[in-house]
């Protein structure tokens, strides 16, 4: 029997009404003639409540704390779904990660999948009920205990089901109808794109556009799985991220996909480091040991005269004061002057494998944001993609320039935004 796994996030549970919503498509996908198994996020924005919460609780929460408390998310929408099917007279059996056979480093509040072994799962579909999973979470190797697998996780959950389960296709349902060329809710105009390269939502994804988590991209790109994105409110189409996307025939592949943004990180200056042999090394290897991933980076000539030069680089917010303290520690060996950091930046990034072969993107891009009059604080570039760092407060208008700049901008409104809060 053909299986399909689906994911429903969590403005597509976020209360009663919406899970009896998305009981009734569960069912009907049943009814179709499918084996179908359910990843399910926390209801609303109850993962930011519950971050909040703990927040008050304590400043910095240990992480086994914390995963334990933003599991229990995910299980409360699990309970609810699996109730909410049987109430329509059918049997569905809800299992947390642990239960579902996800197997997790232990790194706490981003672990990564190592294994699935979904036996219970397999059980629950062979005797006809439609199984649960609460996703976003797993349970470690080693120490075994809970883990989460970092924010937006449920699409990894979803996928790396998929995956074991050598499902015949996995459907991510969300609040707006796919994938666009830009994010729906800053500009409204963006278009639809009914079919994208893994390659390049591989890069929207790195680059913020929240639609899909990056490692479940990853992993779907690993084990060959095509997704379908779409919406739980509507019965359009969505996009399908394939592994290859062909070009029809004559026609061009567009040089840009979209444009993402993120306003997740935050930037850190090393002032005043000496300008000789090591001292880089020095600071990126503490932040390593601190497994804190760096993402751009930037060093200036040295001053005239000063033979000091300053470091600066991006990091996510949720980061920076871990990172500030592991570099407090080495500001003496390493002998910098000073530390700045700021959290109010956002990166605002051009995506599209067509630009390998197009000269001059670069600057059309630089020029639409100027003509915003958005300044640019930091760049950096791959084969298919350029980002720049802005003020957190331009970054809409940074977005929309270059939307309308590479025309990505559709005729009349396609984008609907049917729920969420965009949190
Ligand atoms: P879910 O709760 O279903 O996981 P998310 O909030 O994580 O939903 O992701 C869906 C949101 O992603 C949309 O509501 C939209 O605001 C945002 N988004 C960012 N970039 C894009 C994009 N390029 N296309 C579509 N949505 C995007
Ligand atoms: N509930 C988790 C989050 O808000 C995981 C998810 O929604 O995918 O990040
Ligand atoms: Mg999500």
Redesign the pocket.
Known sequence: MALIVQKY??SSVADAAAIKRVAQRIVAQKKAGYDVVVAV??MG????ELLDLAEQVAPLPPGRELDML?TS??RISMALVAMAIGNLGYEARSFTGSQAGVITTSLHGNAKIIDVTPGRIREALDDGAIAIVA??QGVSQDSKDIT????????T?AVALAAALDADACEIYTDVDGVFTADPRIVPTARRIPEISNEEMLEMAACGAKIL?LRCVEYARRYNIPIHVRSSFSQKPGTWVLPHVEESEGMEQPIISGVAHDRSEAKITVVGVPDQVGEAAAIFRTLAEAEINIDMIVQNVSAAGTARTDISFTLPTSHGQIALAALKKIQEQVGFTSLLYNDRIGKVSLVGAGMRSYPGVTARFFDSIAGAGVNIEMISTSEIRISVVVAEEEVDAAVGAAHTEFQLDADQVEAVVYGGTGR
């Open positions: 996030g969590g996020s926390a924005d109850s993962t930011d933003l998310g995910e996703g976003f989460t697998l970092g924010r937006g996780g449920t699409d959950t988590h």
